[in-house]
């Protein structure tokens, strides 16, 4: 049975993969965030952060046909059980000498990659690619901004790409502010609803804009949109925010480390 410990650290390494494996820009800002807000996991967060960065570093070579054909050949060549068992051997005795830094880098970079994929961000050529423009999907009783629509836009990264084409617009309509508001509530993306946010926060002189963020709060599950929320508020020192922060804070959907810094860091509004 995995212990408390180990359950808090895997949700902190599954934030953490969430915030690489997405298209903000500002990476480093919400790691070293998520960092401070769980003191107890710093290091281990941090570390794996710049295991990560060396990792970006790393040239991955193309795969090429005479790969397959010299692995087929090795395989061939080591068809004898007796050379299999000599070969085993000697592989333990390497495996002694394995610099511990390099494989808990490879873990490191199995665990984002699995979680990139899982999370839609690694589209491997499904789908159809979405148009660049903000297409509007026509429904019997609405119409809906594609990027807002699972069915539409079924791939994490294209419906990213769809709220980025949003920032560009001066005067947005209210269908467009409706719909980053549907994809704050309900996307089940993590990266997407903070994408979402960071966008709606453009159009805030919009009084529905600001409604939206401020009753948008309550309804967070992850606390990397918790807290993105909680600074969005208290840089437009939104007041009238005070009702659903209280409605989060009595909830059961904080962990404790959040739930404590939230209560410091919104003193100002709440």
């Known amino acids: 049975m995995i212990d408390t410990f180990d359950q808090e650290l895997s949700s902190h390494m599954d934030e953490l993969t969430d915030i690489l494996g997405s298209n903000l820009d ?3 800002k919400h790691v070293q965030r998520l960092a401070s807000y769980h003191e107890k996991h710093k290091s281990e967060i941090l570390d ?17 046909p005479e790969m397959d054909v010299a692995f087929y050949k090795m395989l061939n060549e080591q068809s004898d059980v007796k050379t299999l068992m000599s070969e085993s051997k000697v592989a333990e005795k390497r495996e002694n000498i394995i610099n511990l830094s390099t494989v808990k880098k490879l873990a490191v970079a199995a665990t984002f990659i699995m979680g990139m994929a899982i999370g839609n961000w690694m589209d ?23 990027f807002a629509s699972l069915e539409e836009t079924p791939f994490a990264t294209d419906r990213i790409k769809g709220i980025n084409e949003v920032r560009d ?22 990266n997407v609803r903070l994408t979402a946010i960071e966008t709606m926060v453009l159009f805030s002189d919009m009084p529905e804009a600001r409604t939206y963020l401020i009753e ?36 059961d959907l904080l962990e404790n480390d959040t739930k404590v810094h939230l209560e410091e860091s919104l003193r100002t509004i709440l």
Request: glycine residues 2%; proline residues 4%.
């Open 26 to 28: 500002n990476k480093e």
């Open 48 to 64: 794996s952060f710049e295991s990560w960065k060396e990792l970006q570093m790393i040239e991955v070579p193309e795969l090429r």
């Open 124 to 146: 491997f050529g499904i789908g159809e690619a979405a148009t660049n423009e903000i297409a509007i999907v026509e429904n019997e009783n609405a119409s809906d901004v594609r």
């Open 169 to 190: 617009q001066n005067n947005p309509n209210l269908t467009i502010i409706e719909a980053l508001n549907k994809v704050i509530l309900r996307d089940p993306n993590v």
């Open 216 to 251: 948008a709060i309550p309804y967070q599950e992850s606390s990397i949109v918790q807290l993105e929320l909680a600074d969005v508020m208290i840089s437009l020192e939104e007041s009238r925010s005070a009702e659903k922060w209280n409605e989060l804070l009595q909830s």
